[in-house]
């Protein structure tokens, strides 16, 4: 014991110890460098790879070509060989597309995640909200391929039901619903949540006020969590810019655009990028990643934006 | 007219969260319906592609005269121990094939004729033609077109197997199921150490300062970037590493795994975190006044008490790695395979659905079939989620 201590409190093995506890925090500090450094490592390299079609001549059967950058946003066709490629209606119907499924999402999911913590019985609630967590945890191919299999044949009916020549369903009805039915988990949990957060003395001041508890649950709960919901809002629209797999299955890659009528295919930015990889060498490769810096800044400018809403209605008053 | 209302009011809640619930019941009723009547062992063992061999049995032994199983409608050749039954396949063509081959035949000892490599015949196998000879020369043939009871004739007829075509059927998804394995198995080898690292570094180490909370909220960002942009990323970078590295041609299971580490680091990273900031300071103060160093106290204390965290953070990751599909198409590729190795193509069971879904001719039935092994792992791990998180959360006192 004597010895042990010694050993202890010898000053060279102190020293030694206080060399170790630095090597291991400078072993530490460089990981968490490296993966902070991650994302600006990810736009370098997609931004280097994805302005080369505007910079870099490509040879097509012996011609040198580049590709036009304000073409590129402003254009409404894909694609016109040899070296036009327009993405202008791409990001419209992105933004179409996301749009019409909040408009099925939000009202969705906020009233399912007041059902489950507020106006159900408690089993059913806590099974209702176990079923939201499955949901959320199914993979997109799964939903792509329910996508293919159900969604496309029920917008089939309905467009025959008003006459109209649908491509077998695979329009941009069918990516709404898809996207819709997959950001409705993420949102509903993010506002159960916030629902679930809501002071009670905020509830009980209500009620006491003479509100009935559907008054309170309506226009002071939805209203005390709505930061919440805002925060699970802008996860879902975040979400459904990214997804591609599901939603590729179903848009049906439209050649131009943008496109409105809800029978009519669609093209998104995620889908470009997937459909047709074929080459992994060349101009039509490259361009993807063009797209790629789009979908970035798209994502990027839609945060920045929902952000500062989230800040003005988050403060109740 | 306020009761009615409100009686209204909830009624739209029920109704919407009866959406969600008819959505799930929909998914479930789809994908078990047309998946599951292909699910099976052969499934999950099972090559996807068909493969045509062309075996031989030259040797000649004693014949002894093997046991006949009895089987229903099958033709046996009490010579080699075989059983041959007439079928059908599924495009409805007439074929022959084995049903039972007896545990001390010979033919489960035959050679490749064209590679000379070993090989045995397994009952699901097809057979197409064979020729036997028997001691004196005389050739003896069976064709399938002919019915099970001409193959099993002319087998026990001859000694010795010149010719024998048989297709082992396809359709399995053994290669994507051990690729998804090995996918999990690498990202988690790579993404592990550095996400917890970090997750200690920022609850133990890092001064609360500007530099800090900037790399913090660049973790955080990482994890809203789309996978499909990972993708990209995979595609540029890691490919071209791995091909310098250990000489892979294209996209990789090794390009692929990297990919997914750098996709599930934010997630790891958090969930660390959120492990570390329950344990007690008390610990950590308690372990550094009875004179442990920092790197102890971090190893032997903070550690072991986080390891709930930390698994927690790999069944999430695991979770994510089955699921995901539009990195890996990028990342890796397309292609199915039947065997899993690190620096060749091959296809997570994800990207296998995507695969058959996104060809010529959709395949349904399989595709669902995949759909419902995944969804039963996914199901599995929120389960295990959950216990884990009931059994190692001793902090949590509120």
């Given amino acids: 014991m004597g010895k042990y201590l010694t050993n202890q409190i010898n000053p060279n093995n102190i020293k030694h110890r206080a060399i170790n506890d630095k090597i291991t925090k400078a072993i530490f500090m460089a990981i968490t460098v490296l993966c902070a450094l991650v994302i600006v490592l990810i736009v370098i390299f997609v931004f280097i790879k994805g302005i080369s079609p505007f910079i870099n001549d490509y040879i097509i059967d012996g011609i040198s070509y580049r590709v036009n950058f304000w073409g590129f946003l402003r254009g409404d066709f894909w694609f016109q060989p040899p070296n036009i490629y327009g993405a202008g209606f791409i990001i419209i119907n992105t933004m179409y597309v996301t749009l019409l499924a909040l408009l099925i999402a939000v009202p969705t999911s906020v009233f399912t995640s007041l059902f489950i913590s507020k106006i159900a019985p408690k089993k059913v609630g806590s099974i209702v909200s176990y079923i939201v967590e499955l949901l959320a945890s199914i993979p997109s191919i799964i939903y792509g391929l329910f996508g293919v299999g159900i969604i496309t044949k029920i917008v089939k009916f309905f467009a025959g039901l008003v006459n109209y020549q649908s491509a077998g369903g695979i329009s941009t009805l069918a990516t709404v619903l898809v996207l819709a039915i997959m950001i409705i988990p993420t949102i509903t949990m993010l506002s159960t949540t916030s629902i679930n957060a809501v002071k009670k003395d905020i509830i009980n001041g209500s009620l006491a006020l003479g509100a009935s508890v559907t008054q309170t649950n309506f226009k002071v709960v939805l209203t005390s969590a709505k930061s919440g919901i805002f925060a699970g809002v802008i996860l879902g629209v975040g979400r459904a810019l990214g997804e591609a797999t599901a939603i590729s299955m179903v848009a049906g890659n439209a050649g131009g655009g943008p496109t409105f009528n809800l029978f009519d295919t669609t093209r998104t930015l995620t889908t470009t990028m997937l459909l047709g990889l074929k080459e992994t060498l060349g101009l039509d490769y490259d361009i993807r990643f063009s797209v790629g810096i789009l979908l970035i800044i798209i994502i990027l400018l839609t945060n920045i934006l929902l952000n500062v809403v989230k800040r003005k209605i988050g403060k109740v008053k | ?398």
């Fill in chain 2, 1 to 398: 007219m306020r009761k009615i209302k409100e009686i209204l009011l909830n009624a739209i809640t029920y109704l919407f969260s009866g959406f969600e619930v008819l959505v799930l019941g929909a998914i479930l009723v789809y994908i078990f319906s047309n998946g599951f009547s292909s699910l099976s062992l052969e499934l999950l063992t099972g090559n996807y592609y068909e493969k045509v061999e062309t075996l031989e049995y030259t040797r000649q032994e004693t014949i002894k005269d093997y046991l006949n199983p009895g089987l229903d409608d099958s033709y046996f050749s009490s010579k080699w121990g075989i059983s041959f039954i007439d079928t059908e396949n599924k495009a409805g063509e007439k074929i022959v094939m084995i049903n039972y081959v007896d545990e001390y035949s010979p033919l489960l000892s035959m050679t490749n004729s064209s590679t000379k490599e070993y090989a045995s015949l397994v009952e699901k196998q097809v057979i197409t033609k064979v020729i036997l000879e028997d001691l004196d020369g005389n050739m003896y043939l069976g064709f399938a077109k002919n019915g099970a009871d001409s193959i099993a004739e002319a087998f026990d007829k001859g000694d010795i197997i010149t010719n024998l075509v048989v297709t082992t059927s396809g359709g399995g998804i053994r290669g994507s199921l051990l690729t998804t394995l090995y996918l999990i198995l690498l990202t988690l080898l790579i993404a592990l150490p550095l996400g917890v690292g970090a997750a200690i570094y920022l609850t133990q180490y890092a001064p609360k300062n500007k530099i800090t909370s900037i790399m913090q909220s660049m973790i955080d960002m990482t994890s809203g970037i789309p996978s499909i942009i990972f993708g990209l990323v995979g595609a540029i970078v890691f490919i071209p590493f791995m091909n310098n590295l250990i000489g892979s041609d294209g996209g990789s299971i090794a390009s692929g795994a990297l990919t997914l580490a750098i996709m599930l680091l934010p997630i790891i990273i958090r969930t660390t975190e959120e492990a570390i900031n329950v344990i007690p300071t008390t610990y950590r103060n308690a372990s550094l006044a009875l004179g442990a160093s920092s790197t102890q106290t971090t190893f032997k204390v903070i550690l072991p008490n986080a390891l709930g965290g930390i698994l927690t953070s790999v069944l999430l990751s695991i979770g994510r790695i089955i699921g995901e599909s539009a990195a890996l198409i990028y990342a890796v590729g397309t292609a199915i395979k039947d065997t899993a190795i690190i620096n060749q193509k091959s296809t997570s069971l994800a990207v296998h659905i995507w695969s058959l879904m996104s060809g010529e001719s959709p395949n349904f039935e399989l595709s669902c079939a995949i759909s419902i092994v995944i969804l039963v792992i996914v199901l599995v791990l929120s389960i295990i989620t959950k216990l884990v998180a009931k059994k190692l959360n001793k902090f949590e006192v509120e």
